[in-house]
């Protein structure tokens, strides 16, 4: 089958390489283009670009769509089955939508209509969600709201953090759409009850507030893994929180409560098990304590 591949992000990579070895014809890569990174800025092309370059595809890389008429015909001009987009990063209009012979189908990282947007596998995590899944939607002009083909759940356990579930996803993306491409299964609208949005995500969305419950203050820890990280503030210096566990005990929140680093919340207390400076390499709590003593009755955040 004759396609495009639409996509940016480490998410994205297995499915494009699924299809590649699968043998579908890849006319064309769309992806975001390279940005400055690292500290001298230099720029850095994205996951997707690096596979389809190590495959030997061809990859395009424009700025927009909506506002471009040549992206738009030369989209067009490739003479598609199908164009598969997984996280790409741009909104398709409607002429882009139109043109593949099977249209646009989209690997989106939830089980809609639950967690439609940007961030669907933190947002998951972060509401404590029993499960989640992967959804290939074949794409309508509205925001994930396309009928569905495929659908496959994972459940979510008291462990779960995104980084270890957004690779189980990718997987599960990279298989159902091979069967979504060779089954052609019978669309399926999504149900109007149920529908909740996953905003994109800020870097101050990791900002510790202890007086929530310890509950939800692991799940946030658990749902930032490993981007935007949680955080809190230490005598003045951001300590990124890596993981915690539940621990007894109760006082202030933010407040310190023993040797071990076991933290006050609203409801509930956590043991931060691996923190980490900023500047400074990651730790597990006890090596961190060796070197930065935090006595009990140390306030955090603030």
Known sequence: MRLAFMGSPDFAVPALRGLHHAGH???????????????GYALRPCPVQVEAERLGLAVRTPVRLRSDP?????????ELDAAVVAAYGL?????????????????????????????????????????????????????DTGPMLLREAVPISATTTAATLH???AEIGSRLILRALDAAPA??????????????????AGRIDWSHDAAAVDRQVRAFDPWPGTF???????????????????????????ERLTVACGAGALRLTRVQ??????????????????PAGTVLGG
Not at 25 to 39: L, N
Not at 70 to 78: G, H, K, P, T
Not at 114 to 139: F, H, N, S
Not at 187 to 204: C, S
């Open 187 to 204: 669309p399926v609208a999504q149900p109007a009850e149920g529908v909740t949005y996953a905003a994109k995500l800020t870097r101050d």
């Open 91 to 143: 909104i398709l209009p409607q002429a882009m939508l139109a043109a593949p012979r099977r249209g646009c189908l989209n690997i989106h990282a939830s089980l809609l209509p639950r967690w439609r947007g940007a961030a669907p596998i933190q947002a998951a995590v972060l509401a404590g969600d029993p499960e989640t899944g992967v959804t290939i939607m074949q794409m309508d002009a509205g925001l």
């Open 25 to 39: 014809e890849i006319a064309a890569v769309y992806c975001q283009p390279a940005k400055p990174a690292g500290r």
């Open 70 to 78: 040549a992206a738009q015909a030369a989209f067009a001009a490739l």
């Open 167 to 169: 690779d189980v996803l």
């Open 232 to 258: 809190t503030a230490l005598r003045g210096a951001v300590l990124k929180v890596l993981s915690a566990e539940a621990a007894a005990g109760a006082g202030p929140p933010g407040a310190v409560l023993d």
């Open 277 to 294: 400076l900023a500047g400074r390499p990651a730790m597990g709590a006890d090596a961190f304590l060796r070197g930065h003593p935090v």
